[in-house]
Every structure is written in structure tokens, then in C-alpha cells.
């Protein structure tokens, strides 16, 4: 990455306040010295998620999500760290330098190839508005042009090699159209636009960064296919990306998303004013995905096409939503319809009454069995609550597990206590997360007293307690590494501030920082200049140490005797408590 300077990170860090950041995706209310809100990062009801504004950090006491406003940037948005530092000194003005010592090749690609994207998206959004055809298409589908223009919807001409042609005439290399998919190679190495007479929807990150492009046939030809995607590249990866979600995100009604199949239903659903709506692109739902929802949402409605396809793909996104957090409910259309062909026929209301009265993920799997059994039989009835019990055994409490047992008892005229037991007894102990800090543990073999000290130096530099001209008077000793580099961190630059350190650190020791600060008790009564001294007496017995063995290793040194005067002092130093000794 590129290799900016302490002192511009923490430029950037002091230009940006972290509750402002913050809020603006987290409703954060005041509490004491700090705000708390729901955590981003996990679907939680209790607000856990802690932001200080003195600290400029934020921690999560659920999950131990913790950093600055950087590292906050960074997850929320999925960016690396560069990508953050810049969106970060956009806002804020600063111009970040950009010579060679500043260059990432990478980062440099990325923000290329975004621009040439956008450039052929422009250039296919003037194609469409001379495209009889295209706007024939449009209007078939009853997208009007204020939707055509929030989207960006474009089209590709009839031609192999049109979108070629201008990207050249615009100085992109034959080498960046390949690396993100605009043309492709045939087996003659000839090259060729990959998207030809085509609807053109672009594909844009969270960041509203155009990342690829969703071509869409406007013809009947059943050897193409209805939709071509842009190709994995270094910008674009279906499997990590959800479509309209930089919108959405903006639009969320009742802290929930609807989840669709197609590109086309999100935009039929977006052109009616239901805008909390995103779809994956063109791939199967992955785990991802869910990570993705959960940083926006608490609950997610399933709306797939009404066909037997949707059906299956509903019950594969249920199987990898139901590991999450998240409320899932299941809305199922008629066999004919899908999100967009039913808005047109019967408008934004009656969906919203559809949204409304979605199922639970329960009810939904429950009323499916029912497809393939008539409960007329005995046989039937007790099928009907083996295959039951497993999707009872997935309710999250007790109480559900109660009610549903009633519900299938009703059905199938089974005693509901007697699958309630059955649920009970066969279910599988649950797994429960243990949201541990990253704290690494201390050795059993440093006392307790001196990993206290080390503590008590560390925090007491950072909240200002102390400071760090009374420390470098003493030669100190820290075993634990964390606490070794965060001090060395003060000792190259005093007025360095916490939240610049936490961009120094890695992951999980930026997190135990964020741990160490919270969880830290204001204590009154902290002698600093005691754990100065034991840490100075440490510091003093690992040199004689250093040195006894450096005599025995090479009893021929020429310096032996200035290191046995060495030792003499260090030693009197110890036994009399002179010099910073401690007795």
C-alpha cells in the first residue's frame, strides 16, 4: 500500500471527527463521555457499540469490533486502507501527495480501471438515447427516464468491436480492456467487444464506484444469454458485491432489505419508491452476501420469482441467512410472477401489503412440507412432524419452539408436548460464540506485578496521565511486545495521538488497544513512578543478564573489564536503590 507518513495519517484522523463519521451510517445517542448505538458489524437489539469522542475510537462490547475512524471506514465499506485514507482526505480536503515513494501499482489500477468504466458507461447511456430499439425495450418494461438516469442504464450497439473503438480513441489500452472484462479474445486472438446489443446496467460498488456492467438481452434468442456479467476482476467479485446497495443503504425502511433475484427488479421496485432493495449479481447467495446485510440491517424479506427456480433459490439463501443474526421472512409470489412483472400489474401498495404479511422462515418451511404431503394418512401426519421437528429445532428459543409445536400438533393432530420433547431432546447443544477480545495472554512466567507496571505505564502515557519526558529518564523494561511497541510508538513521536497508533498496529492489536482503553478502570491511586521503578529494575537485571553472558560466551573480550564496571554499577544501583534503582 502506499506508504503515507505518520504525521499525514494523523492529518487525515484529526480531520475527521470518528461521531461524525459514525453517524452518518449508526444512530449513536449520548452517553456519558461517550455515544452508543446498534453495532454495524453484528445484528444486535441492545446497543453494545461504544464511540468516543475523546479517544476518537469506537469498540463494540458484543462482537470486539474495535479501531479509529480509519479502520471504521475500512470495514464498513470494505475498503482497503488507501481507499479509506483517500475517501477520507477527499472529504475533508487534504490533498495527500502522489510521488513515486506514495505509488501503490494496484491502487493505481483499481482507480483506473473505475474510470474507464465510467467512461463507457457514459458512453453507453448517449448510445441509448439514439437506440429505437433500446428505448423500445425500455418502454416495454415501463422504466420511465427519470429511473433510466438514477441507474445509469445504458446500451451496447449491434458491433464487435464499437466499445473497443472508443475506448482506444480514449487512450485504454487493449491490456486494461481485457483485465476487466469490456472485450474479450477469441480463439483467433482477435479481439471483440464482450457486450453486443445489449440493455446496459452498470454495476456499482457501495462506494457508487462502477465495477462492472450487467448486459441484458432485448431479444427472444434462446442461445444467448438473458443476462452477461462482466468477468471477476481486480474491481469486480460477484460473490462479494450485492447490486443497488449504495442506494439502498441510503433507503432503508423499517431496518430491513429486500432481497430479489434480477437487476430488473430492483429497478422496477426502485421506479415505484421501494428503495431498500438489493439482489446478487447473477451468482448464487454466499456467506458474503450476508456479511454485507448484516452491516446495514437487522432483518432481510426474501422475494424470489414465483417459479420452482425461485423457489430453490429461496431455500438455498434461507439455508446460508439462518447461520446469521438476521430476521429472515420469506415472501412467495404466484408461480407467473416476480417482483417486477407484479408491481407493474398491481402497484407499490399491494406489495407493501405482500412485504407486510411475509412469512417467517418457520412458517415458510413448515406450509413447504405441506406441498408433498396431504396429511390424509397416519403415515402422512407422522412423516409430516419427523420432517417438522429439524426445522423446529432451528427456531431460536424456547417460546418458538413451544408455539410451532403447536402449530404442527394442530395439523396433524399429534400431541403438541409430545413434539415439544422431541424437539428438546433431540436437539444438538447449540454453538456459542464467545466474542473473546484479541487480547493476547500475558506468559505465566512474567509476575503480575510487572505486567501490571507495563500496563499502568501504557495507559497512563496514552490518556496523558503521565508523560513520556518522565519515563525517558529511565531506562525501562517491557517483556510483553505489544506494550514494548506501542511505547516505542511515544518514544519517536510524543505528541502522536491514539488514533494514529491504531493505524500503526495490526488487527487484533489495534483491537486489544480499543480493549485495554475501555476496559481500563479509572483508578485515582496508580503510583506511576512505582511501576516506573519496576519496570527500571527489569530493565536493569536483563542487562546484567545480557552481559554476564556476553562474558561467558567470550571470556576473551577485549572490553571485559569495562563490561565486568558495568555490571558492578548496575548491581549497587540494584542492591541501594540509587540511580532510578529501586529498593
Known amino acids: 500500500m502506499p506508504r503515507y507518513s505518520e504525521e499525514i495519517i494523523q ?49 463494540c462490547f458484543g462482537c470486539g469490533a474495535s479501531g479509529n475512524v480509519i479502520s471504521f471506514v475500512m470495514d464498513i465499506e470494505n475498503m482497503t486502507f488507501p481507499e479509506a485514507l483517500e475517501w477520507l482526505a477527499e472529504r475533508a480536503n487534504i490533498t495527500l501527495p502522489r510521488n513515486s515513494e506514495y505509488t501503490d501499482l494496484q491502487y493505481q489500477q483499481k482507480k483506473r480501471y473505475y474510470e474507464i468504466n465510467r467512461r463507457l458507461a457514459n458512453y453507453y447511456y448517449l448510445l441509448l438515447k439514439h437506440s429505437s430499439k433500446g428505448k423500445s425495450y425500455l418502454n416495454k418494461r415501463g422504466l420511465n427516464p427519470s429511473t433510466v438516469k438514477t441507474f445509469g442504464i445504458g446500451y451496447s450497439k449491434d458491433s464487435w468491436n464499437n466499445a473497443y473503438r472508443f475506448l482506444s480513441k480514449q487512450k485504454v489500452t487493449s491490456e486494461e480492456m481485457l483485465a476487466i472484462g469490456l472485450i474479450a479474445k477469441g480463439k483467433n486472438g482477435r479481439l471483440y467487444d464482450r457486450f453486443r446489443d445489449r440493455l446496459m446496467i452498470p454495476i456499482q460498488n457501495s462506494r457508487d464506484q462502477i465495477i462492472g456492467f450487467g448486459g441484458r438481452i432485448m431479444s427472444n434468442d434462446r442461445n444467448a444469454p438473458k443476462y452477461l456479467n462482466s468477468p471477476e476482476s481486480i474491481i469486480f467479485s460477484k460473490g462479494y458485491e450485492l447490486f443497488n446497495l449504495n442506494r439502498a443503504k441510503k433507503n432503508i425502511q423499517d431496518n430491513q432489505f429486500i432481497l430479489v433475484e434480477g437487476y430488473m427488479d430492483v429497478i422496477a421496485l426502485f421506479q415505484y419508491g421501494i428503495k431498500n432493495v438489493v439482489a446478487a449479481l447473477g451468482t448464487a447467495f454466499t456467506e458474503h452476501h450476508v456479511k454485507l446485510l448484516e452491516r446495514y440491517v437487522n432483518s432481510v424479506v426474501l422475494c424470489f420469482d414465483g417459479d420452482q427456480a425461485g423457489e430453490k433459490a429461496t431455500l438455498r439463501a434461507i439455508e446460508i441467512l439462518k447461520k446469521s443474526d438476521l430476521e429472515i421472512k420469506v415472501l412467495r409470489l404466484n408461480i407467473e410472477d416476480d417482483p417486477d412483472s407484479f408491481i407493474r400489474k398491481n402497484g407499490s401498495d399491494a406489495f407493501l401489503e405482500k412485504i407486510k404479511d411475509s412469512k417467517t422462515v418457520t412458517d415458510y418451511l413448515l406450509d413447504n412440507l405441506l406441498k408433498n404431503n396431504s396429511l390424509k394418512t397416519h403415515e402422512d401426519r407422522i412423516r409430516y412432524v419427523n420432517e417438522a421437528i429439524p426445522i423446529l429445532q432451528n427456531t431460536r428459543n424456547d417460546m418458538e419452539k413451544d408455539f410451532y409445536s403447536k402449530v404442527v400438533s394442530k395439523r396433524t393432530g399429534i400431541s403438541a408436548t409430545i413434539i415439544y420433547n422431541e424437539v428438546k431432546k433431540n436437539k444438538k447443544p447449540s454453538v456459542v460464540l464467545n466474542h473473546q477480545s484479541n487480547e493476547l495472554t500475558s506468559s505465566s512466567k512474567i509476575p503480575l506485578a510487572l505486567e501490571q507496571a507495563e500496563k499502568n ?92 553472558n556476553k562474558l561467558k560466551q567470550d571470556p576473551s573480550n577485549p572490553n571485559v573489564i569495562e563490561i565486568m564496571r558495568q555490571i558492578q554499577i548496575l548491581k549497587t544501583e540494584l542492591s541501594t536503590g540509587g540511580e532510578n534503582g529501586n529498593k
Open 457 to 548: 505505564i501504557i495507559v497512563g502515557l496514552l490518556k496523558g496521565n503521565i508523560n513520556i519526558s518522565s519515563c525517558l529518564k529511565n531506562q525501562l523494561y517491557f517483556s510483553d511486545p505489544f506494550y514494548k511497541k506501542i511505547y516505542g510508538f511515544i518514544e519517536k513521536k510524543p505528541d502522536i495521538v491514539i488514533s494514529t497508533i491504531v493505524s500503526l498496529l495490526e488487527p487484533n492489536e489495534a483491537q486489544r488497544l480499543s480493549n485495554l482503553l475501555n476496559n481500563d478502570d479509572e483508578q485515582e491511586d496508580i503510583n506511576y513512578t512505582e511501576s516506573m521503578q519496576l519496570l527500571n529494575k527489569k530493565w536493569k537485571e536483563e542487562k546484567i543478564s545480557q552481559l554476564t
Open 11 to 59: 492529518q487525515v484522523i484529526e480531520a475527521n471527527d470518528i461521531v461524525d463519521i459514525i453517524s452518518t451510517y449508526v444512530q449513536l445517542k449520548k452517553s456519558g463521555h461517550s455515544f452508543m448505538g446498534r453495532c454495524p458489524f453484528h445484528n444486535e437489539r441492545t446497543p453494545s457499540f461504544s464511540v468516543s469522542p475523546d479517544k476518537q475510537l469506537y469498540h
